[in-house]
């Protein structure tokens, strides 16, 4: 998606995103800070960015790529908008009564009267033939 006459692009981003720059042929990714720094444009190049947490407003975060000429020239910039979406999956973990988002019992399960965890009942029976 470069433009034509591209050698090499640089990224910047607003706090709430990581952003990885992965080589071709190389296992670990280069995190991209918001110095300016500036990459060859090699085919197989990737760029990866997350968000770790849940955006407070849509389109809240930002990714922009800048593409540069042999010399430095810029040439075009290319942006993507970004809104996090936080995902819980919220059970009675302690058996209580109450369904609590942040309980310490989530990510384990004990059997018994005093255990705690989430009890899934599975529906395998064939509702529509």
């Known amino acids: 998606a470069a433009p034509?006459?591209?050698?090499?692009?640089?990224?910047?981003?607003?706090?709430?995103?990581s952003v990885d720059v992965l080589f071709r042929g190389c296992a670990e990714p280069e995190?991209?800070?918001?110095?300016?720094?500036?990459?060859?444009?090699?085919e197989g190049t990737v760029l990866r960015f997350s968000m770790s947490r849940a955006?407070?407003?849509v389109n809240d975060?930002?990714?922009?790529?800048?593409?540069?000429?042999e010399g430095g020239k810029p040439i075009n910039q290319a942006?993507?908008?970004?809104?996090?979406?936080?995902?819980?999956?919220?059970?009675?973990?302690?058996r209580d009564g109450v369904v609590e988002k942040n309980s310490p019992n989530?990510?384990?399960w004990a059997w018994g009267p005093e255990g705690h965890g989430a009890i899934l009942l599975v529906s395998c029976d064939k509702e529509f033939p």
């Open 106 to 108: 989530k990510a384990s």
């Open 61 to 69: 975060n930002k990714v922009t790529v800048s593409f540069y000429a």
């Open 4 to 17: 034509a006459g591209a050698v090499a692009f640089g990224v910047k981003h607003t706090e709430g995103v």
């Open 31 to 42: 995190a991209v800070s918001s110095t300016g720094t500036r990459w060859p444009l090699d």
């Open 79 to 94: 942006g993507v908008f970004l809104t996090g979406v936080g995902i819980s999956l919220d059970v009675d973990a302690d």
């Open 55 to 57: 955006s407070s407003e």
